[in-house]
T-cell receptor
Framework: DAKTTQPPSMDCAEGRAANLPCNHS???????VYWYRQIHSQGPQYIIHGLKNNETNEMASLIITEDRKSSTLILPHATLRDTAVYYC??????????????FGKGTLLTVNP | GAGVSQSPSNKVTEKGKDVELRCDPI?????LYWYRQSLGQGLEFLIY????????KSGLPSDRFSAERTGGSVSTLTIQRTQQEDSAVYLCASRARGGTSPMNTEAFFGQGTRLTVV
């Protein structure tokens, strides 16, 4: 079962920043935080991942709290095409049972014009 | 190809028939996953391949479901005696490795096969 908690839905105005929260209070020291998104009728798409430091790429920024119990995915300038279900996943990267991505219900982000 | 390819993209079958779903992963990716997504639901893990072996089949819902992978590449998911509850989108994903290096942790998903059992 998923180890993360996300709000079921959020709205954002086009052009504004979208901040999607995720709680992972039971995260262990060797688990990474991953974000994927799924646009309607498509397969999930990788966005970003991080361990403890904040991360940024061309799609988004990931802010992880110092205690690592929560994180926020930031889409700096949301567009209508960012409307999707966003999944926050925690996962090890060090062998053993780390191979599986366990998806929860995610957050449906709706970007409004 | 450049991405994970799945075929067919849509399949309508009669209850009781067998179906085969195909996944062509990204060339060189050793890890391959099958997931299922029923209408309005999240992604349900089915099976994981590392190379040609399947160390985790725990998500297969019944013995009507089976999967194989040959040559460390193409994978086929077979559903025998299909039932209406098997209707879903079946998604395949591949990764460069089986999860040891953070540099190879991104999973690439195909567009899925939409299976409808009537």
């Amino acid at each position: 079962d998923a180890k993360t908690t996300q709000p079921p839905s959020m709205d954002c105005a086009e052009g504004r920043a979208a901040n999607l929260p995720c709680n992972h209070s039971t995260i262990s020291g060797n688990e990474y935080v991953y974000w994927y998104r799924q646009i309607h009728s498509q397969g999930p798409q990788y966005i970003i991942h991080g361990l403890k430091n904040n991360e940024t790429n061309e799609m988004a920024s990931l802010i992880i709290t110092e205690d690592r119990k929560s994180s926020t995915l930031i889409l700096p300038h949301a567009t209508l095409r960012d409307t999707a279900v966003y999944y926050c996943i925690v996962r090890e990267n060090s062998g053993g049972s780390n191979y599986k991505l366990t998806f929860g219900k995610g957050t449906l982000l709706t970007v409004n014009p | 190809g450049a991405g994970v390819s799945q075929s067919p993209s849509n399949k309508v079958t009669e209850k009781g028939k067998d179906v085969e779903l195909r996944c062509d992963p990204i060339s060189g990716h050793t890890a391959l996953y099958w997931y299922r997504q029923s209408l309005g639901q999240g992604l349900e893990f089915l099976i994981y391949f590392q190379g040609n072996s399947a160390p985790d089949k725990s998500g297969l819902p019944s013995d009507r479901f089976s999967a194989e992978r040959t040559g460390g590449s193409v994978s086929t998911l077979t559903i025998q005696r299909t039932q209406q509850e098997d209707s879903a989108v079946y998604l395949c994903a591949s990764r460069a490795r089986g999860g040891t290096s953070p540099m190879n942790t991104e999973a690439f998903f195909g567009q899925g096969t939409r299976l409808t059992v009537v």
